[in-house]
């Protein structure tokens, strides 16, 4: 999840935990998702899956993908928060419907498995789809459960979830 930003720098030259927080209270939505990492995977500072929640929080109600997504598991694994079925998916659609691979993917996993919505082979079809299209570091997971959906598919089923697919990516 930090690939974005640390692909930015060289060796060892990331910020300190010190800059991306004043950084983050500034209200850049960017930094306070980059905030809510540090805090989740104890980046220079004590693991606290509380205010990780916090500051991801913020990022997400802001309309950042990637914090939608990590919200929306760390609602599906009850990290720093109860577990929600029902705030996993709202999080994950949103970060799914804006075009992050990493929501699609999850998304495409709690249809597929039907983690507190119905079980739907097309939308999880579709959902993984549009992850393995995007072709990031996510795509080799979602290529596999697609593989495997698809032997639970029909081809009119697997016709069906590529319309979809389409769909979802048109613009409004």
Do not use: C
Not at 16 to 43: C, I, N, P, R, T
Not at 60 to 87: C, F, K, S
Not at 112 to 127: E, I, N, P, S, T
């Amino acid at each position: 999840m930090l690939r974005k930003l640390f692909s930015m720098f060289k060796g060892d030259d990331y910020p300190s935990f010190e800059d991306v927080k004043k950084k983050a209270a500034q209200g850049d939505m960017d930094w306070q998702f980059e905030l809510g990492e540090y805090y989740f995977f104890g980046l220079g500072v004590q693991q606290d899956y509380n205010e990780a929640f916090k500051w991801l929080h913020l990022a997400a109600t802001r309309g950042h993908p990637g914090a939608q997504q990590h919200i929306g598991l760390m609602y599906h694994r009850g990290e720093g928060v109860p577990r929600n079925d029902d705030e996993a998916f709202k999080w994950l659609k949103l970060s799914a419907e804006q075009g992050d691979s990493h929501g699609q993917y999850w998304l495409g996993r709690v249809y597929f498995w039907g983690l507190g919505v119905q079980q739907d082979f097309l939308k999880a079809h579709a959902w993984l789809s549009l992850s393995v299209a995007a072709g990031e570091e996510i795509a080799p997971q979602a290529k596999k459960l697609l593989i495997d959906l698809e032997t639970l598919m029909s081809p009119e089923e697997i016709a069906g979830a590529n319309r979809l697919a389409r769909e979802l990516v048109k613009p409004n």
